[in-house]
């Protein structure tokens, strides 16, 4: 089992950026993937992006793409989600999680969250 804390929400303005932090620890050898996703009130998770733990791929969803970008500090065992040019429909609670195997795509194919981190973005 991994355990993951979300940091760096908060409030902001259309069109700022935000800097999410994801922190591991626990069997991190484990991990294949890490991921974000969001989740608005009334809305289902949806999948932001994620970056292979021991590798360069990244992914992202169409929404985000050209102004979020993914990273990883395998040293730290941290993942970052660089989130620029924010609008207001973006905000949610953002949550990082760890897969073993699978899909990059897919909450059901991640096995361990963190807790969520609020982002709101004001017009």
């Known amino acids: 089992q991994v355990q993951l804390v979300e940091s760096g929400g908060g409030l902001v303005q259309a069109g700022g950026s935000l800097r999410l932090s994801c922190a591991a620890s626990?069997?991190?050898?484990?991990?294949?993937?890490m991921g974000w996703f969001r989740q608005a009130p009334g809305k289902e998770r949806e999948f932001v992006a994620a970056?292979?733990?021991?590798?360069?791929?990244?992914y992202y969803a169409d929404s985000v793409k050209g102004r979020f970008t993914i990273s990883r500090d395998n040293a730290k065992n941290t993942v970052y989600l660089q989130m620029n040019s924010l609008k207001p429909e973006e905000t949610a609670v953002y949550y990082c999680?760890?897969?073993?195997?699978?899909?990059?795509?897919?909450?059901?194919?991640?096995?361990?969250w963190g807790q969520g981190t609020q982002v709101t973005v004001s017009s």
């Open positions: 970056v292979r733990w021991s590798a360069s791929t990244t």
């Open positions: 999680a760890a897969q073993y195997s699978g899909s990059a795509y897919y909450p059901g194919g991640y096995e361990d």
């Open positions: 626990g069997r991190t050898f484990r991990i294949y993937r």
